[in-house]
């Protein structure tokens, strides 16, 4: 079986609210990223600036919101909806206002350090997120750690639970290590101070090439004038590793590492020139380090671009590396090429489109982390802005294919890549893949098959688009594939075809069960073609129970299964004609309905004068009640019924019968 997919190009579905066309994003300059939505400063508290930014998903709901530090303190917006954000509330500053603010999140608290005197660690419960239905809602602390009073920033390995707050008054200013396991009790675990103050940091649990570091803890720190490598597996014994730094430094601010977690990234915020133009600036310079080994690293030199602007912060996602670059906006970089010292701005976007003088002001932080693969990044004194990425396009990230041998899709390449490129797909088994290469940006159509050998299951799975050099591009997004639409059951224990004598309270039906099946479609008629329903339920089980007698007469049963591709075809019909005697309804001449079933009037025959009758349905309700005036034929109207069965009682009689 054959199951194709045509996919329109664009992210989840979601359509930019400014897609950059021939260089511009309305009045922003841009390439391959669109303008999804801006926030302005007075619409998230009123603060003079902002700082940073981050991104955090609620594992109950899965929506995505924003975090933004503000000088008063932190913002946190509903980007659920991109192109129409929420403003949810203000957590305020824990003592007084500051330009600086750092955010940085792990196992759904997230944690705020600032320059404010005194201000300490503050934890933040973002589930609280989820729960905002009137917002702006003015939030209060999780909880506070006080070890330190002012701080620069922070980061943290979520793998171990620990926080290193850099710039603090203790230690030199150097790590001060915060465990945060338990969230809300933060405790002091140690600190390192013998290379002084520490700007900004990266830490992790190493997986890096290193041998010698298998499974240690270990911190890259941005120490100014060196890239200082700590290593933190005894907390209370920090280690110095080596220490390294490059001709003409200027301020090792802060950096990233690559994918394969062997090449760092330093942004470095002085190295541009001075402040007052007297010199000669040098474009903005990002600078490359190789960390094959951890004690012998070496200083590759630095890519640099066409504009003077300050590099302030940078984060790695996949192969791209993504800067906030000041007034130059968000600039991203392909490392496809790291190897070689080598490394391609392929696009970006200007959110201070005036100029790109070497000053403190437009983008101070990006995120790029988010499942929806949108970019936030804050403007110092104008709000935030989302942005989409239009790199590498897939335009849906999830997949839910039933039966399906076969999944044809379109890729959408927009960025200056190093090309040809081939497709492979990783994490899901014996499949192949099946594409023409792509020798330039656009459109390529990647063929996935044989699926059905992979066997039922949700894969979570990488698209790899691969150079000629060895290396990959990888978008990645789920496969779920199911077995297919349930087949028709096969019906169990049939009744004798001609007659059933029962005077139990209830009739049990039965069919194999379909290991595709999530559940069933019982239906229960009075006519061949189903038009009549007696009983229509769902269940889980391949059985029904029926907990009344029904009335004598021809019946027919059938059942269909389920699951979440559809619904299977039904059973085949089967017929039983039904007699049953119960003490509680015997029938006598004092009460007679007919035509059983009925449809627009049902007579009712008997010696009825000034009797009550009493028409419920199967629950018990009571739908009509009325008392006759004379004996003999009364007609009743009963269009305004259900179709179902309801029980007549009139004195001590009851008759059961069926509404068409």
């Given at each position: 079986?054959?199951?194709?997919?045509?996919?329109?190009?664009?992210?989840?579905?979601?359509?930019?609210?400014?897609?950059?066309?021939?260089?511009?994003?309305?009045?922003?300059?841009?390439?391959?990223?669109?303008?999804?939505?801006?926030?302005?400063?007075?619409?998230?508290?009123?603060?003079?600036?902002?700082?940073?930014?981050?991104?955090?998903?609620?594992?109950?709901?899965?929506?995505?919101?924003?975090?933004?530090?503000?000088?008063?303190?932190?913002?946190?917006?509903?980007?659920?909806?991109?192109?129409?954000?929420?403003?949810?509330?203000?957590?305020?500053?824990?003592?007084?206002?500051?330009?600086?603010?750092?955010?940085?999140?792990?196992?759904?608290?997230?944690?705020?350090?600032?320059?404010?005197?005194?201000?300490?660690?503050?934890?933040?419960?973002?589930?609280?997120?989820?729960?905002?239905?009137?917002?702006?809602?003015?939030?209060?602390?999780?909880?506070?750690?006080?070890?330190?009073?002012h701080c620069h920033t922070l980061n943290i390995d979520v793998q171990t639970g620990y926080c290193y707050?850099?710039?603090?008054?203790?230690?030199?200013?150097?790590?001060?290590?915060?465990?945060?396991?338990?969230?809300?009790?933060?405790?002091?675990?140690?600190?390192?101070?013998?290379?002084?103050?520490?700007?900004?940091?990266?830490?992790?649990?190493?997986?890096?090439?290193?041998?010698?570091?298998?499974?240690?803890?270990?911190?890259?720190?941005?120490?100014?004038?060196?890239?200082?490598?700590?290593?933190?597996?005894?907390?209370?014994?920090?280690?110095?590793?080596?220490?390294?730094?490059?001709?003409?430094?200027?301020?090792?601010?802060?950096?990233?590492?690559?994918?394969?977690?062997?090449?760092?990234?330093?942004?470095?915020?002085?190295?541009?020139?001075?402040?007052?133009?007297?010199?000669?600036?040098?474009?903005?310079?990002?600078?490359?380090?190789?960390?094959?080994?951890?004690?012998?690293?070496?200083?590759?030199?630095?890519?640099?671009?066409?504009?003077?602007?300050?590099?302030?912060?940078?984060?790695?996602?996949?192969?791209?590396?993504?800067?906030?670059?000041?007034?130059?906006?968000?600039?991203?970089?392909?490392?496809?090429?790291?190897?070689?010292?080598?490394?391609?701005?392929?696009?970006?976007?200007?959110?201070?489109?005036?100029?790109?003088?070497?000053?403190?002001?437009?983008?101070?932080?990006?995120?790029?982390?988010?499942?929806?693969?949108?970019?936030?990044?804050?403007?110092?004194?104008?709000?935030?802005?989302?942005?989409?990425?239009?790199?590498?396009?897939?335009?849906?990230?999830?997949?839910?294919?039933?039966?399906?041998?076969?999944?044809?899709?379109?890729?959408?390449?927009?960025?200056?890549?190093?090309?040809?490129?081939?497709?492979?797909?990783?994490?899901?088994?014996?499949?192949?893949?099946?594409?023409?290469?792509?020798?330039?940006?656009?459109?390529?159509?990647?063929?996935?098959?044989?699926?059905?050998?992979?066997?039922?299951?949700?894969?979570?799975?990488?698209?790899?688009?691969?150079?000629?050099?060895?290396?990959?591009?990888?978008?990645?997004?789920?496969?779920?594939?199911?077995?297919?639409?349930?087949?028709?059951?096969?019906?169990?224990?049939?009744?004798?075809?001609?007659?059933?004598?029962?005077?139990?309270?209830?009739?049990?039906?039965?069919?194999?069960?379909?290991?595709?099946?999530?559940?069933?479609?019982?239906?229960?008629?009075?006519?061949?073609?189903?038009?009549?329903?007696?009983?229509?339920?769902?269940?889980?089980?391949?059985?029904?129970?029926?907990?009344?007698?029904?009335?004598?007469?021809?019946?027919?049963?059938?059942?269909?299964?389920?699951?979440?591709?559809?619904?299977g075809q039904w059973s085949t019909a089967f017929q039983f004609n039904l007699t049953i005697v119960s003490?509680?309804?015997?029938?006598?001449?004092?009460?007679?309905?007919?035509?059983?079933?009925?449809?627009?009037?049902?007579?009712?025959?008997?010696?009825?004068?000034?009797?009550?009758?009493?028409?419920?349905?199967?629950?018990?309700?009571?739908?009509?009640?009325?008392?006759?005036?004379?004996?003999?034929?009364?007609?009743?109207?009963?269009?305004?019924?259900?179709?179902?069965?309801?029980?007549?009682?009139?004195?001590?009689?009851?008759?059961?019968?069926?509404?068409?």
């Amino acid at each position: 079986m054959v199951f194709l997919i045509c996919i329109a190009l664009s992210s989840n579905n979601l359509q930019a609210q400014t897609p950059c066309t021939n260089g511009y994003a309305g009045t922003y300059p841009c390439s391959n990223m669109d303008l999804v939505a801006f926030v302005p400063l007075s619409e998230i508290g009123g603060g003079s600036n902002t700082s940073d930014i981050w991104g955090w998903v609620s594992p109950v709901t899965g929506k995505e919101y924003a975090l933004v530090g503000v000088n008063n303190g932190t913002a946190f917006l509903d980007i659920s909806v991109p192109t129409a954000p929420v403003y949810l509330g203000m957590l305020p500053t824990h003592t007084v206002n500051s330009l600086w603010r750092d955010i940085e999140t792990f196992n759904n608290y997230c944690f705020i350090v600032s320059e404010a005197n005194n201000h300490g660690l503050q934890v933040f419960d973002l589930m609280q997120l989820d729960n905002v239905t009137n917002p702006p809602v003015a939030f209060e602390e999780t909880e506070h750690y006080n070890g330190f009073g002012h701080c620069h920033t922070l980061n943290i390995d979520v793998q171990t639970g620990y926080c290193y707050c850099n710039g603090t008054n203790t230690y030199e200013g150097g790590l001060h290590i915060v465990d945060i396991n338990d969230p809300l009790n933060p405790t002091l675990a140690g600190g390192f101070s013998l290379d002084g103050y520490t700007h900004d940091c990266f830490a992790w649990s190493y997986d890096g090439p290193d041998p010698n570091f298998a499974g240690k803890q270990v911190v890259l720190a941005c120490n100014e004038d060196e890239l200082t490598i700590v290593d933190v597996t005894d907390k209370s014994d920090c280690q110095a590793v080596a220490s390294y730094s490059y001709d003409n430094v200027g301020y090792i601010h802060q950096g990233w590492i690559s994918k394969d977690k062997r090449y760092f990234f330093v942004d470095d915020e002085l190295d541009e020139g001075d402040l007052s133009n007297a010199g000669t600036p040098s474009g903005t310079r990002t600078h490359l380090f190789d960390l094959n080994s951890l004690t012998e690293g070496v200083y590759m030199g630095f890519y640099e671009s066409d504009s003077p602007s300050i590099d302030h912060n940078l984060y790695v996602l996949d192969q791209f590396i993504y800067e906030s670059n000041y007034r130059s906006g968000v600039r991203v970089l392909d490392a496809v090429h790291i190897a070689d010292g080598t490394l391609s701005e392929v696009g970006f976007f200007d959110l201070y489109p005036a100029n790109d003088f070497i000053q403190y002001s437009g983008t101070w932080s990006n995120y790029p982390y988010l499942p929806s693969r949108l970019n936030l990044a804050t403007h110092m004194y104008e709000g935030f802005y989302i942005i989409k990425p239009t790199l590498i396009n897939l335009s849906q990230y999830s997949f839910d294919l039933c039966g399906a041998d076969q999944l044809v899709m379109q890729v959408e390449v927009n960025a200056d890549l190093a090309f040809p490129l081939t497709f492979a797909i990783e994490g899901i088994p014996n499949v192949s893949v099946s594409a023409d290469p792509l020798t330039a940006p656009g459109l390529a159509t990647v063929t996935i098959s044989d699926l059905l050998a992979a066997g039922p299951g949700m894969y979570q799975v990488n698209l790899a688009l691969q150079t000629t050099f060895g290396q990959q591009y990888e978008v990645p997004f789920t496969i779920t594939l199911s077995n297919g639409a349930p087949v028709a059951p096969v019906l169990l224990n049939l009744p004798d075809n001609s007659l059933v004598s029962n005077t139990a309270t209830s009739i049990v039906f039965e069919w194999v069960a379909d290991e595709n099946a999530t559940s069933y479609i019982f239906e229960l008629a009075t006519d061949a073609a189903f038009t009549t329903i007696v009983e229509a339920q769902n269940t889980t089980l391949n059985t029904f129970l029926i907990n009344y007698n029904l009335p004598d007469g021809v019946y027919y049963w059938r059942v269909k299964a389920i699951n979440e591709c559809g619904s299977g075809q039904w059973s085949t019909a089967f017929q039983f004609n039904l007699t049953i005697v119960s003490v509680n309804e015997i029938p006598t001449t004092n009460l007679k309905v007919y035509p059983n079933p009925a449809n627009e009037t049902l007579y009712i025959h008997g010696s009825l004068a000034g009797t009550t009758i009493v028409i419920n349905d199967m629950s018990g309700r009571m739908v009509k009640s009325f008392v006759t005036n004379n004996s003999g034929i009364y007609s009743l109207d009963i269009s305004d019924l259900e179709t179902g069965m309801y029980i007549m009682h009139a004195n001590a009689d009851a008759v059961r019968w069926v509404k068409k």
